[in-house]
């Protein structure tokens, strides 16, 4: 079997001081913060599409990178190469878990039946990998948008035989998941929305996906795959508008059709940036929701107003994400999955590694650092403090239903003007920041 990364040994660990740029500074897989250890907290996983499938191409130009595993007679013989490339990257480089689409791992037939086919051959040789090397799953999916026929939607699509091919995919990839033990099944509605309202059905087309969910829900039970479903938000890009847009989107669609005990969300920092709001934000929200249920770690540009998908390296965001997660209770079946790619000009094999690296020694620091302030309850008496006026009988009260708008008048009146505290940002931010080390 061909070595695709001969110039890259086993990825050690080697701590903060350490020069060596194929090593890891922060991330010691065997560290235990507090009561678990760092390769437990993370759970990192390494995805399939950018990675081993993505040579760089953007709207101007093709691919840049050379990547040797692609190169064969065939398309099978290159799906072989990509699991082989895949593996040993990630066996190299030393994390758990792995992610893919069904058509990342095997390409497209002439019609379903052969698509299966193709797809259930790689998964078997993917199976006898895990099996070698201890490698897991977390979760797959389908590509349910790059095929012309998805142009207009998948379970969105405005002709049902459009449906009946993502019902087979869905169906397929749910298989190709529970057979490679899988801790979870993504939905990224990739083209669940719309280009315009003038010709869109919007309630419709809402009404296909809960429907559509459903069915794979049936389908789950009826294949008894035990992982968690995931819908993973993100507001446009490729169509103008998509449906499962953010965080809240997601919720309130899932409490309508009755899928929210079913599903948990997959949030994307760079999705949740284009949404508008802070990693932390969408985040936030799912926890408070009980709906978090995984991470594709990745950030965007502030500059740039699309999805570039970069690897993460800001340490206060690592540590703020870290925040949410640990105070949520950590990953159960989720985990941090390196939905990132290289820069279009980094076209070393190497580049993949020192990638990576990098961000899994951002996300280390961020753990380190958010259970730091978790445990040392560092903010906890500022936000105690500026509540405590609930704490009165008025507060109790009032959160307990038990006030009207006129006995509220009627305390405002007997009271005069409240006294509203300073709400110190700049200070809690300084103490923050003096945790980032
Ligand atoms: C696209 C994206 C996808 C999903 C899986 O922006 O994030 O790769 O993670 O389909
Ligand atoms: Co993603």
């Known amino acids: 079997m061909a070595e695709y990364f001969p110039r890259v040994k086993a990825i050690k660990y080697e701590g903060p001081d350490s020069k060596n740029p194929l090593a890891f500074k922060h991330y010691d897989p065997k560290r235990k913060v507090g009561g678990k250890t760092m390769a ?14 993505g040579a760089g191409a953007d709207p101007f130009g093709v691919g840049t990178r050379t990547m040797p595993w692609l190169d064969a007679a065939d398309e099978m013989t290159a799906a072989e190469q990509t699991l082989d490339a895949c593996f040993e990257f990630i066996s190299k480089l030393g994390v758990g878990f792995w992610c893919f689409h069904d058509r990342d791992i095997a390409p497209e037939g002439a019609d ?7 797809l259930e051959h790689i998964v078997k040789l993917a199976k006898k990998k895990q099996r070698d090397t201890g490698i897991k799953l977390l979760w797959g999916t389908a590509n349910l948008f790059s095929h012309p026929r998805y142009r207009s939607g998948a379970a969105t699509a405005c002709n049902p035989h459009v449906v009946a091919h993502a019902a087979s995919q869905v169906k397929r990839a749910l298989d190709a998941t529970k057979y490679l033990g899988g801790s979870g099944y993504v939905f990224w509605g990739g083209r669940e929305g719309y280009e315009s309202l003038l010709h869109t059905d919007m309630a419709r087309e809402l009404d296909h996906l809960g429907r559509f969910l459903h069915m794979a829900l049936d389908y789950k039970k009826k294949i008894r795959f035990g992982g968690q479903f995931f819908i993973e938000p993100k507001p446009k890009e490729p169509t103008k508008h998509q449906y499962d847009s953010d965080a809240a989107a997601c919720h309130a669609f899932l409490q309508k059709y009755d899928l929210v005990k079913d599903f948990k969300l997959n949030i994307e920092a760079n999705h949740a940036t284009l949404a508008g709001h802070e990693f932390m934000h969408d985040l936030m929200y799912a926890a408070d929701n009980k709906i978090l249920g995984s991470v594709d770690a990745n950030r965007g540009d502030t500059l740039l107003g699309w999805d570039t998908d970069q690897f993460p390296t800001n340490i206060y965001e690592t540590a703020l994400a870290m925040m949410v997660i640990l105070k949520a209770g950590g990953f159960t079946k989720g985990g941090l999955n390196f939905d990132a790619k290289l820069r279009r000009q980094s076209v070393d094999v190497e580049d993949l590694f020192y990638a990576h690296i990098g961000a899994m020694d951002a996300f280390a620091r961020g753990l380190v650092i958010a259970h730091q302030i978790i445990k040392d309850k560092a903010l906890d008496k500022f936000v105690n403090d500026r509540y405590k006026t609930w704490n009165s009988d008025l507060g109790r009260k009032f959160e307990k239903g038990k006030l009207t708008l006129d006995q509220l008048e009627a305390y405002a009146r007997k009271h005069g003007e409240p006294a509203v505290p300073s709400g110190r940002q700049e200070l809690i931010e300084n103490v923050f920041n003096d945790y980032i080390k």
């Open 40 to 53: 437990e907290h993370l759970r990192f996983a390494v995805c399939y599409w950018h990675s081993f499938r």
């Open 112 to 118: 379903v039946d052969d698509s299966a086919r193709n």
